[in-house]
């Protein structure tokens, strides 16, 4: 099964049920990520793909979501993430910031961070498999003094059983 979490554009899932309803084994939901009663069975899911969605979540509902991924996803099942701007948007001071800019060190951090166990007591957690941010400087329409720090970041995780995943380590320690 496929969640895709967006950034809760309605024509975004629309946009993907069109193009890929076909697909037997995909669900698409349009749902509040940070409620509890958002009911997804654990170990369901073998990929969620998330586009924009965090930095318009406080820190809290992050990491809150975080672990919640993390159970929701099959082991070997994969998370994408993109997400991009570490900054509030625009060249001009909002009275309510829509976003919550995060570094890119805090979501691998809290990703990073997250586990779960199943009924046996085994542990699972993410595995960074791949990585990829692009930092960029931009300029505002009045002058420089508006200048914005921002970047394009993309994380591919994978749960995995943590015994495992350490044990991987030490043996690649070992052989080193």
């Given at each position: ?15 993907s049920e069109f ?10 939901m ?5 409620s ?6 654990p170990?369901?899911?073998?990929l ?19 672990e ?9 099942g994969?998370?994408?993430i993109?997400?991009?701007s570490s ?12 976003t919550?800019?995060h570094?890119p060190?805090?979501?691998t ?8 166990y ?10 960074l498999?791949n990585f990829?941010c692009v930092?960029?400087?931009g ?15 993309s994380?591919?995780m ?14 690649l320690?070992?052989?080193?």
């Open positions: 099964m496929l969640w895709s979490l967006g950034n809760g554009l309605g024509i975004s899932l629309s946009l193009l890929n309803g076909h697909f037997n084994n995909v669900t698409f349009c749902a509040d990520v940070t509890p009663n958002l009911d997804i069975s170990d369901s899911v073998d969620i793909f998330s586009n924009c969605l965090l930095m318009h979540l406080s820190d809290k509902e992050v990491e809150n979501l975080a919640r991924m993390v159970k929701w996803l099959t082991v070997g994969f998370l994408f993109r997400e991009s900054h509030q948007p625009g060249d001009s001071q909002w009275k309510k910031n829509p919550h800019p570094e060190r805090f979501y951090r809290v990703f990073k961070e997250c586990s779960t199943d009924d046996l007591g085994s542990s699972y957690e993410l595995s498999m990829n930092g960029s400087i300029y505002g329409k009045m002058s420089i003094h508006s200048m914005t720090r921002d970047f394009n970041g994380w591919i994978c749960r995995v059983n943590a015994k495992t995943s350490y044990d991987m380590s030490v043996s320690v070992k052989v080193l």
